[in-house]
């Protein structure tokens, strides 16, 4: 299988501080994730590439001072929001690419993690 | 740039009968794969099937078919003999056929399906 998780599934915060998310591919190596937000009743909107080893390659228009993307090894990669405020309140979504032979490159999503800034 | 477009904001269907979801993109891309992922209210996302752009046969998974229309750049998804456990947000997505690793997926809105019983 391309079995992917995340942790927290939910987190709750104050506003201010920081809250890290766990993404990882539990039974093959990624070399690649991908972290994606979405708001309610709306797309996927990716936010960053994270590439093992080097550093995350962002989207037009997200803060990458704000969103600190770390992956560290071919099975994890984290997405730190820094000091958190309501509107960075979402659901927040991973995937990892699964390059091993005969898989095709598919990207397989983990299930999620609705953060909530109070 | 490439766009995934979905007109179709909410599609419903008796149980049972046939669905057909619709997708148009555009590229100016030659190689490339179009995905129909599903999203259920548990959020996970699901890959429903997957058409590689070289291949002229469409793809099919059990209930599930493509029309894939390359001239017309158009990807739509028939839903057979539907079932209440195919309730659910849909989503079409293109990526490029170049595989370097970090190919980045683009999604279309999205056509949340309702199934009546």
């Known amino acids: 299988g391309a079995v992917v998780s995340q942790h927290p599934s939910r987190v709750i915060c104050k506003s201010g501080t920081s809250v890290k998310i766990e993404c990882r591919s539990l039974?093959?190596?990624?070399?690649?994730m991908f972290w994606y937000r979405q708001f309610p009743k709306k797309s996927l909107m990716l936010m960053a590439t994270?590439?093992?080893?080097?550093?995350?390659?962002?989207e037009q228009g997200v803060e990458k001072d704000k969103f600190l993307i770390n992956h560290a090894s071919l099975t994890l990669s984290t997405l730190t929001v820094t000091s958190a405020h309501p509107e960075d309140s979402s659901f927040y979504i991973c995937?990892?690419?699964?390059?091993?032979?005969?898989?095709?490159?598919?990207?397989?999503f983990g299930p999620g993690t609705r953060l909530t800034v109070t | 740039a490439q766009t995934v477009t979905q007109s179709q904001p909410e599609m419903s269907v008796q149980e049972a009968e046939t669905v057909t979801l619709s997708c148009t993109y555009d590229?100016?891309?030659?190689?490339?794969?179009l995905f129909w992922y599903k999203q259920p209210p548990s959020r996970q996302m699901i890959l429903v099937i997957r058409?590689?752009?070289?291949?002229?046969q469409n793809a099919t998974e059990n209930r599930f078919s493509v029309n894939f229309q390359k001239a017309a750049k158009s990807f739509s998804l028939k839903i057979s003999d539907s079932q209440l456990g195919d309730a659910a947000m849909y989503f079409c997505?293109?990526?490029?056929?170049?595989?370097?690793?970090?190919?980045?997926?683009?999604f279309g809105t999205g056509t949340r399906l309702t199934i009546i019983p």
């Open positions: 995937s990892a690419r699964d390059i091993r032979p005969g898989r095709g490159y598919e990207q397989y």
């Open positions: 039974d093959f190596q990624a070399t690649t």
């Open positions: 994270s590439n093992e080893g080097s550093k995350a390659t962002y």
């Open positions: 590229t100016s891309e030659s190689d490339y794969y």
């Open positions: 058409q590689e752009a070289y291949k002229q």
């Open positions: 997505a293109y990526r490029s056929g170049a595989n370097f690793g970090n190919e980045k997926l683009t």
